[in-house]
């Protein structure tokens, strides 16, 4: 089986066909397609006819699967996120208003995936099962190339700073949206390196987005604006690619270095199912003590 690349954009993106990963066993691919991740950052693989079962089953050559955190809808604890309008256990769509919208309209916010958790998410896989015709784009924001492109002083200002990573202060910015107690329950707050490397590459990016609340050892106020600041560089337009969804794409990034956001759409005419699958990282990125570690 033979993979072919085609690079999307200067900083970020690549295009993979040659693959059916429904049937991809070969752990010759899934490290091809890991050294392309590496390398794009977003992978986008086209007519990708997973269902649930055969998604979970590519994902974890990728490793460990993390668990959803508790829904109040029913579908939480299970390895697989119903990233949708349409209520996982009926089929309906959800009527206007109901507390899972609401929540959807998080995603809408720079984030990466899972830095709430001790162990950040290493990479997501999201198939487009039902796509909307207009809107529910999904942004992609390279906070590797935005690092390479600030000034030396401002990269050496960010070297051993640690964030914390809050969930409950995320969703605090979500308007009429409060998380149920035993989601939060479920993670409490954690403190992650600003700068990450990684391993296979030794490339270095920033690490933010809207779960990081503050810098730690600074005036909350001081960290918050320098956290809001590398969003900011990260999504300057040369370092977004938007993609623009079509039936049975997968689309996976590494968020490790890679912020997300989706965009809006008419959810209560068009149906949208998105299945993600999220792959565990290696462990944490600061020590008990606070030190940062050598670790992607």
Known sequence: MTLTIRKIKEHLGAEVSGADLTKVTDDTVVAEIKAALDEHSVLVFRDQRFDDETQTAFSRSFGAL?????????????????????DYNTGQIYPPGHRRLKSNTGNEMWHTDSSFKPVPAYCSMLSGREVPPVGADTEFATCRGAYDALPEAERLRLDGLVA???????????????????????????????????????????????????????????????????????????????????????????????????TPYDSAKYRRVMRRTTVAGAGPTVSETGEVLAVA
């Open 164 to 262: 914390e990573h809050n969930y409950a202060w995320s969703r605090s910015k979500v308007p009429g949206y409060t998380p149920p107690p035993e989601t939060l329950a479920e993670v409490p707050p954690v403190r992650h390196a600003v700068v990450r490397t990684n391993p296979a590459t030794g490339r270095k990016n920033f690490y933010t987005g809207s779960h990081a609340s503050h810098i730690i050892g600074w005036p909350v106020e001081k960290g918050r604006k320098l956290l809001e600041d590398l969003v900011a560089q990260a999504t300057r337009p040369e370092f977004v690619y938007v993609h623009k969804w079509r039936q049975f794409d997968l689309v996976i990034w590494d968020n490790r270095c890679v912020l997300h956001r989706g």
């Open 66 to 86: 993390e668990k959803m955190l508790y829904k109040a809808e029913g579908d939480g604890g299970i390895p697989i996120s119903n990233i949708s309008n349409v």
